[in-house]
């Protein structure tokens, strides 16, 4: 039993690096706006979520199930500190990522209200086209 929870530990510490190298990844396509690629990384950190869930759920069991060998423990504890340590830095990695991508949504949003308010423009200008004129402008200064 001591060597499944070491086992899955190492499960979980190699998932998490994985997510920090994708997160990495998805901030580089971020920064040069590749949207396809960047469809194709989130789809893999889902999947890494659902793998990581998994394994959550084998470690707490293991957990639950009691005893645990007092030298087999220290190395836990290490393992334990170092998988914190990473998980610290994906999640300030995943800020950054997501602050990026706020500042992209809201270019995108600026430029789409922008065409918004061109269109509404054309579209007023065009209205009056091919109506007869019903009244004339009449200047009182000449």
């Not at 901030?27 to 979520?49: G, H, M, N, P, T």
């Not at 007092?70 to 500190?81: H, R």
């Not at 270019?107 to 269109?119: E, I």
Request: proline fraction near 1%; include cysteine.
């Amino acid at each position: 039993m001591n060597f499944a929870l070491c086992e899955v530990l190492e499960q979980k510490k190699s998932l998490w690096e994985e997510y920090y190298r994708l997160v990495l990844e998805q901030q580089k396509l971020l920064k040069s706006k590749a949207i396809d690629e960047l469809q194709r990384v989130l789809d893999r950190k889902d999947e890494l979520i659902k793998r990581l869930e998994d394994t959550e759920r084998q470690w707490e069991a293991l957990l639950k199930e009691g005893t645990f060998d007092d030298g087999l423990w220290g190395f836990i504890e290490e393992l334990k500190s170092e998988l914190y340590t990473l998980i610290k830095r994906a999640w300030e990695a995943e800020k950054t990522s997501l602050e990026m991508a706020e500042g992209f949504l809201a270019c995108y949003k600026s430029k789409l209200s922008g065409l918004q308010q061109a269109r509404e423009l054309i579209h007023a200008y065009h209205e009056g086209e091919g109506l007869p004129v019903l009244g004339a402008f009449l200047d009182k200064s000449r």
